[in-house]
């Protein structure tokens, strides 16, 4: 391979990767899911192998496109259907509620207390007994609610997401199912017409799929 080929592939490799990106959306390496990571390594190693193949270059790419045009079909899906969404990127996890650290959460996240420790010192929290909520998101991150937060009893989870109800969160905030259905029955609201719902302050506000611009 001469090094005018080699450059001139280069700057292919380099346009075509901008453009992956591109096409797959904006998020941060920091916000990217499991799945996200897995298909970006994947491209990373298809694409060095496709680079060592002399008389091969164009077709090294096609596990790329394929790659890519997966990705897409998957987060079209996922964007349409919570159940497969929460297959491919999971769901959050409360970690500590209430001031209480749930060990049987960690244990089924394989999340050690030492992660906890470790993340908590990353947000400048001593200790523990300061955090009211924490949850570890999709992404592996931990996101803490201090004790001394003014808005701490009214921590808004999401009751509805895409349709379905949330009925771990709806129980977590000491609420029912009737509880709820009474809510949207009295608004003249179906479950399956609402986009996003949380509850505040004994009340629930709802945004539904009418009121979002598609």
């Not at 200790?127 to 009211?132: A, F, G, K, P």
Request: proline fraction near 2%; aromatic fraction near 10%.
């Amino acid at each position: 391979m001469n090094y005018l080929e080699l450059i001139l592939k280069t700057i292919f490799i380099y346009m075509l990767v901008a453009a992956i990106f591109r096409i797959m959306g904006k998020r941060e390496v920091g916000q990217l899911g499991t799945f996200d990571l897995v298909v970006f390594i994947l491209i990373a190693e298809l694409i060095a192998m496709a680079l060592e193949k002399k008389n091969e270059f164009l077709s090294g790419l096609i596990p790329v496109i394929v790659l890519v045009v997966l990705q897409i079909i998957i987060a079209k899906i996922s964007l349409k259907n919570s159940k497969f969404r929460s297959f491919i990127d999971g769901k959050p996890s409360i970690i500590i509620k209430n001031g209480i650290v749930n060990f049987k959460c960690m244990v089924d996240q394989r999340y050690t207390l030492d992660d906890l420790l470790l993340q908590l010192r990353e947000k400048d929290i001593r200790s523990i007994d300061e955090v009211e909520y924490a949850i570890l998101e999709t992404n592996g991150k931990l996101s803490v609610f201090k004790k001394d937060d003014k808005d701490k009893k009214t921590y808004p989870l999401p009751i509805i997401l895409d349709g379905e109800v949330q009925f771990d969160n709806l129980y977590t905030i000491n609420k029912t199912k009737n509880w709820l259905l009474n809510i949207l029955h009295n608004k003249r609201i179906n479950v399956g017409d609402v986009f996003y719902a949380f509850s505040k302050n004994n009340d629930l506000f709802i945004i539904k799929y009418n009121e979002i611009d598609k």
